[in-house]
């Protein structure tokens, strides 16, 4: 069984400039979510999908996007990267098991931008 | 809101000593508590878990029990490796839209020979 998946592994970008960040989920998964991890920090979550649609969005400005496609993998996009934006995004995939859902991350992207 | 806090790292331990990283949490409701550790230069990996008041998860020597009076939910191992250096990060998650985590700042563990 092949587990969630990142690409790239490091990213360097200039301010203001855009980036896409990608994410394939574990087999049987249909939720995907984000995360962004600052330095010395715990995750923060960004979004998540649902079988394609957005269904919920923690505390991040709408340059931050996403999509999920029918394959269940899926893309983050930043617009207009900022140098706060420098950090560690996980992804990471869920199924609900009845009682929770776990979720299982990806090794992440480390994105810095200067 | 929700919020999860654990006890400052570094903890700093010998090999085969007794391990607690304290977690506490603030919730309106009954969530989910998850332990999740990271290891240098990787991604999260789900350690053990505990769905209701009382229930302890265990996973790989490690344990954790979940506390609704005191809202704790305490890792311990009885006896660590220095394989088991790593970030540790406590979660709480409740179920329905959009069942996010909400994790703490992490503990650093280093066990040394």
């Known amino acids: 069984e092949t587990g969630v998946t990142q690409s790239p592994t490091h990213l360097i970008k200039t301010r203001g400039q855009q980036v896409t960040l990608r994410c394939s989920s574990q087999s049987g998964h249909n939720t995907v979510s984000w995360y962004q991890q600052a330095l010395g920090q715990g995750p923060q979550f960004i979004f998540q999908y649902y079988r394609e649609e957005e269904n919920g969005r923690g505390n991040f400005p709408p340059r931050f996007s996403g999509l999920q496609f029918p394959n269940y993998s899926s893309e983050l996009n930043v617009n207009a990267l900022e140098l706060d934006d420098s950090a560690l995004y996980l992804c990471?995939?869920?199924?609900?098991?009845?009682?929770?859902?776990?979720?299982?991350f990806g090794p992440g992207t480390r994105l810095t931008v200067t | 809101g929700d919020s999860v806090t654990q006890m400052e790292g570094p903890v700093t331990l010998s090999e085969e000593a007794f391990l607690t990283i304290n977690c506490t949490y603030t919730a309106t409701g009954y969530p989910s508590l998850f332990w999740y550790v990271q290891y240098p230069g990787e991604g999260l990996q789900l350690l053990l878990k505990a769905t209701k008041a009382d229930d302890k998860g265990s996973n790989k020597g490690f344990e954790a029990t979940y506390r609704k009076e005191t809202t704790s939910f305490h890792l311990e191992k009885g006896s660590v490796q220095v394989s088991d250096s790593a970030v540790y990060f406590c979660a709480l998650q409740y179920t329905g839209t959009a069942s996010k985590l909400t994790f703490g700042t992490g503990t650093r563990l280093q066990v040394t020979l």
């Open positions: 990471a995939s869920s199924f609900w098991d009845r009682v929770s859902y776990e979720q299982y």
